[in-house]
C-alpha cells in the first residue's frame, strides 16, 4: 500500500509538473518585456533627425544653381556635392553604430529603421541632383528636378512620422 502511495503521488507531481512546465517556460519575464523609449533614445533620435535636416538643407541649396539652360560647370557644386555626401556618409555611420545598439525588436528598432528610410531619401535626392550637372537638356533637368523633389518629400514624410511617435513619449 505505501509502494502505491508513493507511485501515486510521484504521478501527481510529474503530471502537474508536465502541466505546468510550459506555462512558466513560455511566461515573460519583466526584462524580456518591451522596452519604454527612453529619453535618452529620444535626445539621440533628435540629434540624428537634426544633423539630417541640416544636410537635406544643404541638398536643397543646392538646386538654386540651376536656373538657367547652360550646363553647370562649378567646380563649387562638385565639391559642394562631395562634401554632402562625405557628411552623409559620417552621419550614416553614426545612425548605424546607435542601431546595433538597440532590441531588434523594439520601438527604438523601429525609429531607428524610420531614421535611415528618410536617409536613404536624402541620399537619393543627392544623387539625383549630382545627375543634372552632366544633363544639357531642359526635359531631363525637369524630370531630374521632379525625381529630386519626389525623395525630398518621402524624406521629409519619414522625419514628420519619426517626429509623430517621438512625441507620444
Do not use: C, W
Not at 36 to 57: D, M
Amino acid at each position: 500500500m505505501k509502494n502505491f502511495f508513493i507511485k501515486l503521488l510521484l504521478s501527481i507531481t510529474l503530471s502537474l509538473v508536465t502541466i505546468f512546465n510550459p506555462i512558466m517556460t513560455n511566461a515573460s519575464s519583466i526584462s524580456s518585456l518591451p522596452n519604454v523609449p527612453s529619453a535618452q533614445h529620444k535626445q539621440i533620435i533628435q540629434g540624428f533627425i537634426g544633423e539630417l535636416n541640416t544636410l537635406q538643407n544643404r541638398i536643397y541649396n543646392l538646386t538654386q544653381f540651376f536656373g538657367g539652360n547652360e550646363p553647370i560647370t562649378s567646380s563649387n557644386y562638385t565639391a559642394t556635392i562631395q562634401s554632402i555626401n562625405e557628411d552623409l556618409s559620417n552621419l550614416n555611420k553614426k545612425i548605424d553604430s546607435y542601431y546595433k545598439t538597440v532590441p531588434t525588436f523594439s520601438e527604438e528598432n523601429r525609429e531607428v529603421l524610420l531614421l535611415f528610410n528618410a536617409f536613404n531619401f536624402s541620399k537619393d535626392g543627392l544623387y539625383t541632383l549630382s545627375l543634372l550637372n552632366d544633363t544639357t537638356s531642359t526635359v531631363e533637368k525637369i524630370q531630374l528636378l521632379d525625381r529630386y523633389f519626389q525623395a525630398r518629400l518621402s524624406a521629409i514624410d519619414a522625419i514628420n512620422l519619426l517626429k509623430d511617435l517621438l512625441s507620444s513619449y
